[in-house]
């Protein structure tokens, strides 16, 4: 599979198809009387955008392009972000490595995704004075073992690869 980046237009198209959908499971919930289930549909989008804000502390734009535009490239992956962001990383060198990194490693499983079973990414971002970490791990059920290469600016560190489970810590220093 080789998926190209996309456009502006794109990118605002499915983030309004986003939007509409949510107000819309919101209207839904009302109209029902399921007030508790609304405010859970409310916290979830307020969650899930704090996330993506500390994200954007680290001031790697090519990656959390990457992480934003996920669902969309990639919809047979249910994609949940965790975030401890204290520091910025700004390191451009590393920035273009890691989003080409986590696009590699998804693009070389993705075709062969078990079209029957669930598939879930998890992507916790950790960054202080002294570290940057980005905690990937995939579970579900894929045909292909997934190929993990040894990359410059960055420590790989792998927990679990396996036609299930893929998990790997990469880190930087930054100091």
Request: glycine share 2%.
């Amino acid at each position: 599979m080789t998926t190209k980046l996309l456009t502006v237009n794109e990118v605002l198209r499915f983030a309004n198809h986003d939007f509409l959908n949510q107000l819309n499971l919101i209207s839904m919930n009302l109209d029902l009387q399921r007030i508790e289930e609304a405010k859970q549909i409310i916290k979830n989008i307020s969650d899930n955008s704090k996330k993506l804000s500390n994200m954007n502390k680290l001031q790697l734009p090519q990656t959390l392009e990457w992480l934003q535009t996920f669902t969309w490239r990639f919809p047979a992956i249910d994609l949940k972000l965790h975030s401890d962001v204290q520091q910025a990383v700004n390191q451009p060198q590393l920035d273009e490595k890691l989003a080409q990194y986590l696009e590699n490693t998804v693009i070389h499983i993705y075709d062969g995704l078990d079209a029957y079973a669930e598939h879930q990414l998890q992507i916790t971002t950790k960054s202080d004075a002294s570290q940057f970490q980005l905690i990937f791990h995939l579970t579900g059920n894929w045909s292909e073992m997934p190929i993990i290469k040894e990359t410059e600016h960055m420590c790989i560190d792998m927990i679990e690869v396996t036609n299930h489970s893929l998990h790997y810590v990469l880190s930087a220093g930054l100091e």
